[in-house]
């Protein structure tokens, strides 16, 4: 199996995909920015691109003539593959976690001057199991990762369960939902197995055979 990511939020006054590619196209690669554009394209209604975001790390390392650590400023490059649909209001990010969704916001925004805004999607996880239920076949509540938890006085602070069964994990989770962060979910997709990590907004992360990519992505689509 291999891993992927599919981050979903809103973009509202988004000109139409060609444009929105003529922009990115014009921008390019400016050696004196943070961002730059590697390749971008249109398919229908939709625009699909690729930035990347550059920032200086201080880096510690030894000199071996002087054998003194000294700090060295190395620049670190993220990578935020994307699809944007203007008709539907959608954005889709393909990497990284919920930050990627702010740093394409700031980019549109900023270094394209579009009147671009960039809202994460909330959900409820507990609703997203139960479409999962009506929409794959032989789902399970594998595991939730809470922010607070005292199981006693001697225990306090982020907790992560495992469930054998999923309605003892849903119990949990209408317990905690305050404070759920994640939660993750196991179901059989079309050629074998798959595991979604299900977050509050809408960013997740899931495994399953390459083949069955496209149609994963559909599924997690409906969540959102």
Same mark, same amino acid.
């Given at each position: 199996? =291999? ?42 209604? &939709? ?21 003194? !650590?000294?700090? /060295?400023? !190395? ?9 944007? @649909?203007?008709?539907?209001? @959608?954005?889709?990010?393909? =990497? ?8 394409? +916001?700031?980019?549109? /925004? &900023? ?16 609703? /997203? ?12 509540? @594998? ?9 006693? &006085?001697?225990?306090? +602070?982020?907790? /992560? ?32 197995? !798959?595991? !979604? ?20 992505? &559909?599924?997690? @689509?409906?969540?959102?």
């Amino acid at each position: 199996m =291999a891993s992927f990511k599919l981050n979903i939020a809103k973009i509202r006054a988004c000109p139409p995909a060609k444009e929105l590619v003529e922009a990115m196209a014009e921008f390019a690669m400016p050696d004196n920015e943070e961002f730059g554009v590697l390749q971008s394209s249109t398919s229908g209604e &939709s625009a699909f691109a690729t930035i990347i975001r550059k920032t200086c790390q201080n880096v510690q390392q030894l000199d071996a003539e002087t054998n003194e !650590v000294v700090t /060295a400023a !190395v620049e670190k490059v993220t990578v935020y593959p994307f699809g944007v @649909r203007p008709s539907a209001e @959608r954005l889709e990010i393909f =990497a990284g976690g919920a930050a990627g969704i702010e740093q394409v +916001g700031t980019f549109l /925004a &900023s270094n394209l001057a579009l009147p671009t805004i960039v809202d994460p999607i909330e959900i409820e996880i507990a609703s /997203a199991f139960d479409i999962l239920t009506r929409n794959v076949e032989r789902v399970e509540l @594998r595991g939730i990762r809470v922010s607070e938890y005292a199981h006693d &006085s001697y225990m306090s +602070g982020p907790y /992560a369960p495992k469930f054998l069964d999923s309605q003892h994990g849903l119990d949990f989770l209408a317990e905690f939902t305050e404070f759920t962060k994640s939660a993750k979910v196991r179901f059989r997709g079309p050629t074998g197995p !798959v595991n !979604v990590t299900l977050t509050p907004n809408a960013c997740f992360g899931y495994s399953c055979n390459e083949d069955d990519q496209a149609e994963i992505q &559909s599924i997690l @689509r409906k969540l959102a």
